[in-house]
C-alpha cells in the first residue's frame, strides 16, 4: 500500500512539474559537421562526452527481460547503436523539412528486431515502481499528435557545449491540456545496463552523426 501510494505522490510530482511551453522553433538541430538534422532522416545518437560517457543508443529487454523493448545506451564510445529517425507532428513524405529546437518529435529506431514484433517507436513508460523511475521504451506511435499520444513525444533542446543537445520529454505543439509530464530524459544504471529514464538530475547530453540508410 505504501509503495502505491508512493508511486501516486511522484506521479503527481512529475505531472506538477509543468514548465512554460519551450519557446518558438527558431533553431534547427545541428548533427556533427554543422548540417541542419533534416525530419525522416536517419541519425545516429551518440554521447557528447568521450569515453566514460558512453556510446550511442541501442535497444535492449525491458528491466524484467521481457516485450516491449527498452532504450539503452551502449557503454564503449566506439559503439554507435542504432540509427534512428525523428518525425514531427506535421510530417510528411512531401513535407519533411528541418528538426528545431524544442519541436515535439517522434523518435524511431532503424532496427531490424523481430524478438518483440512492435513498434520502434520511443514511449515514456509506466512508472517503474521497484525502481523508481519512468523509464524510455518502445511501442509507441508516429503521428496521432493529441492526449492519448503524450507517452510518445519528445523534444531536443541545447545543451551548453557545441553541437550537444538534451531530450526532453515536455509535450507542447500535440495536446492543449495543462498538464503533462516535464522532464529532462538521463541515463539511469539496472544491473550495470545504461537504460535511459525521466532524470531530475543530469541529462544524457548527446549528439548526431548521419546514417546511411533509408525510412522503410
Not at 516491449?68 to 519533411?96: A, K, W
Not at 523511475?133 to 513525444?153: D, R, S, Y
Request: one cysteine or more; glycine letters at 8%; proline letters at 5%.
Amino acid at each position: 500500500m505504501k509503495s502505491s501510494l508512493l508511486a501516486l505522490s511522484l506521479s503527481f510530482l512529475f505531472f506538477a512539474l509543468l514548465t512554460k511551453p519551450l519557446s518558438g522553433h527558431t533553431n534547427p538541430l545541428l548533427d556533427l559537421d554543422g548540417d541542419e538534422v533534416e525530419a525522416g532522416r536517419a541519425y545516429y545518437i551518440i554521447s557528447t562526452i568521450r569515453g566514460a560517457g558512453g556510446g550511442g543508443l541501442t535497444l535492449s529487454l525491458n528491466r524484467n527481460g521481457s516485450c516491449p523493448l527498452d532504450v539503452t545506451q551502449h557503454s564503449l564510445d566506439i559503439l554507435r547503436g542504432y540509427p534512428m529517425f525523428f518525425f514531427p507532428t506535421n510530417y510528411s513524405s512531401e513535407n519533411r523539412g528541418y528538426v528545431h529546437e524544442s519541436m515535439d518529435v517522434n523518435i524511431q529506431f532503424y532496427a531490424n528486431i523481430i524478438s518483440c514484433n512492435e513498434p520502434m517507436v520511443w514511449k515514456v513508460d509506466n512508472y517503474d515502481e521497484k525502481r523508481g523511475a519512468w523509464f524510455i521504451t518502445t511501442n509507441g506511435v508516429v503521428g496521432n499528435p493529441g492526449p492519448q499520444t503524450l507517452q510518445n513525444w519528445f523534444k531536443f533542446v541545447k545543451a551548453d557545449i557545441g553541437n550537444a543537445y538534451n531530450i526532453v520529454h515536455c509535450p507542447s505543439d500535440v495536446s492543449e491540456s495543462t498538464v503533462n509530464l516535464c522532464s529532462d530524459v538521463g541515463i539511469k544504471y539496472v544491473e550495470y545496463a545504461r537504460h535511459l529514464a525521466l532524470t531530475s538530475t543530469q541529462p544524457f547530453r548527446l549528439s548526431f552523426i548521419k546514417a546511411q540508410v533509408l525510412p522503410s
